[in-house]
């Protein structure tokens, strides 16, 4: 059950010192002395970008959030449903395209280029059907803008938005191996196409220059902390010296609600960007 677990990794830390960290959607009880190299990883990079307090606020998350599962079958059955759903859409969409968007990628056991690897974020792709419908939604005049998926991974989001005629379709990524797989897939992609500008870059989102001209930009919970806070400061520095059309629209993943807020506070600083509409994805915000 997930209440005696939590209750029992509490008391075991207290006893013998062991990390709490949210990895890849679970709540995890790791014992220090046991730990792989991957997980000690694992560890420091969550207790560096959270701090204790932020660790420990999300393994109670995430224990509540079991909780509920365990005592509330409609929402066990419904997460089932999700994630089968979930699969279902990555096997059809890799197969009907020819290309390796599915599964989860940890950053721990690969390169990146920057110093950012601790705000960096697990890869998941977004579900297709979700991701097309909110581009659509937009209802904006699509070659007029540049579209841009900061922490793109294994480019996914980059194939879906090159359906729509915009003008360029960029991705940025810092993780080489990542990117490899991304320019693959925009190479041998098999879906419709209506904008052929389409490339990935190699790049730290924090040093990223932001193009000229009216901007989608998407973030799929890629980073937070220090990343977050000079993204969202150079797209409000680069619209203040150009003033265009900028959307944000902001996929929340499995982020937990310390790192939602966090972008929503960076974002508010910036005094540039409003919230202009609520998806149950996440929300979108654009330049006034």
């Known amino acids: 059950m997930p209440c005696s677990s939590l209750l029992f ?67 066990r059955a419904a997460r089932r449903a999700f994630w089968r759903r979930m699969l279902t859409y990555d096997a059809e969409f890799d197969r009907a395209h020819g290309v390796d968007t599915a599964g989860i990628v940890s950053l721990d056991t690969l390169e990146v280029v920057g110093s950012h690897r601790i705000e960096g974020v697990t890869y998941r792709g977004c579900d297709p059907v979700l991701f097309r419908e909110r581009i659509a939604a937009l209802g904006i005049d699509f070659p007029q803008y540049t579209f841009i998926d900061l922490g793109c991974g294994k480019g996914r989001t980059l194939l879906i938005a090159a359906q729509f005629p915009f003008r360029q379709v960029r991705g940025v990524e810092f993780a080489p191996d990542l990117l490899a797989v991304a320019e693959k897939n925009i190479a041998v992609d098999r879906g419709p196409r209506r904008c052929c500008d389409v490339r990935a870059d190699l790049a730290d989102a924090a040093e990223y220059p932001i193009p000229d001209g009216p901007l989608v930009v998407f973030m799929h919970n890629p980073f937070d902390g220090a990343v977050m806070d000079r993204v969202l400061a150079n797209l409000a520095r680069s619209y203040r010296e150009q003033r265009r059309d900028i959307w944000i629209v902001y996929w929340v993943g499995s982020a937990g609600k310390p790192v939602v807020a966090a972008f929503l506070a960076a974002l508010f600083d910036q005094h540039v960007f409003a919230r202009v509409a609520d998806t149950p994805e996440g929300p979108v915000f654009r330049a006034t």
């Open 9 to 75: 990794g509490c008391g075991y830390a207290a006893l013998f010192g062991c990390g709490y960290a949210a990895l890849g959607g679970e709540l995890v009880l790791i014992t220090l002395s046991h730990m792989s190299k991957t997980y000690r990883r694992r560890i420091d990079r969550i207790l560096r970008r959270h701090g204790l307090l932020g660790t420990a606020r999300l393994a109670l998350e995430r224990g509540l959030f079991y909780l509920e599962l365990a005592l509330y079958p409609p929402r």
